[in-house]
C-alpha cells in the first residue's frame, strides 16, 4: 500500500510549484507539506512524548500533581452538595397546556421574537424590562418572588456561599494547571493538538465543572414578534451580596443565623484573608509556600450554634482543614 506521505507530496507539491516555481519553489513547497502533513504531526508528538526531559518534567510535577487531583474532587464535592436555585416567575407556567401557531395570512411574517416560558424568565412590558436593566435587585426580588424574610435571606446566603466558595475553587483549579504547564513547557503544538493526551500523560484529572450561575431574565416580545428585548441578571457574587444587603435592610434579623450570613460579603472574606496574612490557622501552611494555595474563611462558632459574622468569630482555614472541621464546635 502506498505511503499516504508519499502520496501527498506527489498531490501537493505540483499544485505550488504552479505558482512558485524553481528550486526554491519545490524547497518551500516540501517544507510546507512536511510541516502541515498531520503524519509528521504524529511523529514529533510521539517524540517528545517518549523523550528523557518529558519523562523527568512528569516525574518532577508528580507532588504537585497529586495535590490538583484532589482540590479537583474537591471541587466536584463542592458542586454536589451545593444549591443553586432561587425564586421563580410565574408567568407563563401553564404555558406548556396550551399550543400556539401563527396563522397570519401576510407573506412576510414578522414572528423573528417568541416568548420564552421557564421558572427564570419573566415576560413583561417594556417598560419592566427597561427598568429591570436600571435597578436588577429591585425587580428580580419584585418578579421572582424573593421575599424580604429571614427565609429568604437564609435561601440566598446559601447560594451565595455555594457559588462564592466554587467561584474560588474553580479559579484554583485553573491556576494550578496553568502552573504545571509552565513546569514542564511543551510545545505550543503539543497543547493545541494533544492537550488530552499531554494532561493525560502528566497524570492531571481535568475538571468539567464550570460554576453553574442561577441566570434570570426581563423579557419583552411584541404581539407580532417584530421586535423583543431582554435583560439577563446572572446570580455571581457581587450580585447575590447585593441581593443579602438589600433584604438584610428590608427585615429585622438582628442576631438570626440568616442575619448572620447576610454579613459575610465576600469583601468581609477577603479582609480576614489578608488579616490573617493568607495562612491557616490551623495547620499554618501560606500562599508564600504555596502560591496556589486554596484558602477559605470560617466561622469559628459554627452559625448554627449562635456563632457572629465578627472578625473575632472569622478564621482563615485551608481548604483541607476547613472540610475536615465542617460545622463542629472546636475548643
Not at 14 to 22: H, M, R
Not at 189 to 217: C, D, M, N, Q
Request: aromatic residues 8%.
Amino acid at each position: 500500500m502506498p505511503n499516504p506521505l508519499f502520496i501527498t507530496l506527489l498531490i501537493v507539491v505540483p499544485i505550488v510549484l504552479g505558482s512558485a516555481a524553481g528550486p526554491f519553489g519545490f524547497l518551500a513547497a516540501l517544507a510546507l507539506v512536511l510541516i502541515a502533513n498531520p503524519i509528521i504531526w504524529r511523529v514529533r508528538k510521539n517524540r517528545y512524548f517518549n523523550s528523557q526531559q518529558f519523562q523527568e518534567l512528569r516525574s518532577q510535577v508528580t507532588s504537585i500533581v497529586a495535590e490538583h487531583n484532589d482540590v479537583v474532587n474537591y471541587v466536584a464535592e463542592i458542586r454536589s452538595q451545593g444549591s443553586f436555585e432561587l425564586g421563580a416567575s410565574s408567568t407563563g407556567q401553564h404555558a406548556h397546556l396550551a399550543s400556539f401557531e401563527n396563522t397570519s395570512a401576510w407573506n412576510n411574517r414578522r414572528d423573528r421574537n417568541v416568548a420564552e416560558y421557564a421558572p427564570h424568565v419573566h415576560n413583561a412590558s417594556l417598560q419592566v424590562v427597561r427598568n429591570a436593566s436600571v435597578e436588577p435587585i429591585k425587580y428580580l426580588m419584585k418578579y421572582f418572588s424573593i421575599r424580604p424574610d429571614k427565609e429568604t435571606l437564609a435561601d440566598v446566603q446559601r447560594v451565595a456561599q455555594d457559588v462564592s466558595r466554587l467561584e474560588e475553587a474553580v479559579h484554583n483549579v485553573e491556576q494550578r494547571e496553568a502552573e504545571i504547564a509552565a513546569m514542564i513547557s511543551p510545545p505550543a503544538f503539543i497543547l493545541k493538538r494533544y492537550s488530552t493526551e499531554f494532561w493525560s500523560l502528566v497524570g492531571v484529572e481535568l475538571s468539567p465543572i464550570a460554576v453553574p450561575y442561577p441566570h434570570y431574565k426581563f423579557q419583552y416580545t411584541s404581539a407580532g414578534g417584530n421586535s423583543g428585548q431582554a435583560v439577563d441578571i446572572r446570580l455571581d457574587t457581587p450580585t447575590l451580596d447585593a441581593l443579602s444587603e438589600t433584604l438584610a435592610e428590608k427585615i429585622r434579623w438582628a442576631k438570626s443565623a440568616a442575619g448572620q450570613r447576610a454579613l459575610m460579603t465576600a469583601r468581609l472574606r477577603s479582609w480576614v484573608k489578608d488579616r490573617d496574612n493568607h495562612t491557616c490557622l490551623k495547620c499554618g501552611i501560606s500562599v508564600a509556600v504555596e502560591p496556589h494555595l486554596l484558602l477559605e474563611v470560617d466561622h469559628i462558632i459554627p452559625v448554627s450554634k449562635g456563632g457572629l459574622s465578627e472578625p473575632d468569630n472569622l478564621q482563615t482555614l485551608c481548604w483541607r482543614c476547613n472540610r475536615t472541621k465542617g460545622a463542629k464546635l472546636v475548643h
